[in-house]
């Protein structure tokens, strides 16, 4: 957009083509197709910038799309990634990710890490969120940077921004294998 056309409401041809292209990106990592990638890649290269126009978040959403195609062909020649972690909260459990990550609905936006065992998920930091079994979890929501897991009830378990794309859409992956069931959805 234009300098101040936000404030007039106009959307010019750049940003529908951005919006176009994230739809497809989002699409992408729903159906998770790391395939899209050289064709994202290309169509963002196709992007008429402006004057203090910048690509770097949608450069940053392809590298998530590159780095979930990785992980999906090593999941799909064994198993899950086991990630040694002498933190004393696995216990015996097997680590398969660890990010930084905050908990966006907490009063005071605690940060911490969020670590996936074979079991559960864990955030370590302040806020006071208890580790959630995989077995109670029906649901996973994955949006931009965020990560949504539903109980049974519908009710939100936890809700985790972590610092980066590719952290969000690796722990969304993971975290769809680790409940064990394919109740899960993009927004």
């Not at 750049?14 to 790391?34: C, F, I, L, P, Y």
């Not at 008429?48 to 949608?58: A, M, W």
């Not at 806020?127 to 959630?132: A, L, R, S, V």
């Amino acid at each position: 957009m234009k300098l101040f056309g936000w404030i007039k409401g106009r959307d010019d041809g750049n940003d529908r083509q951005r919006k176009r292209w994230r739809e497809s990106w989002a699409h992408a990592v729903a159906t998770e197709d790391g395939g899209k990638t050289p064709e994202l890649k290309a169509e963002l290269e196709t992007f008429q910038l402006g004057p203090g126009d910048d690509i770097e978040v949608e450069l940053e959403m392809l590298d998530a799309l590159e780095r979930l195609a990785v992980l999906q062909r090593d999941v799909a020649a064994g198993s899950l990634p086991a990630i040694d972690t002498h933190h004393r909260v696995v216990a015996s459990d097997l680590c398969h990710f660890t990010a930084p990550a905050s908990l966006p609905d907490d009063p005071a936006q605690a940060s911490g890490r969020v670590l996936f065992t074979n079991m559960r998920s864990i955030f370590v930091g302040g806020g006071g969120q208890k580790p959630i079994a995989w077995h109670t979890v029906r649901e996973v929501i994955h949006a931009d940077r965020d990560l949504m897991l539903v109980r049974a009830d519908g009710s939100a378990a936890a809700h985790f921004r972590f610092n980066s794309y590719s952290d969000a859409v690796e722990a969304a992956f993971l975290a769809r294998r680790l409940k064990g069931s394919k109740g899960t959805r993009t927004l």
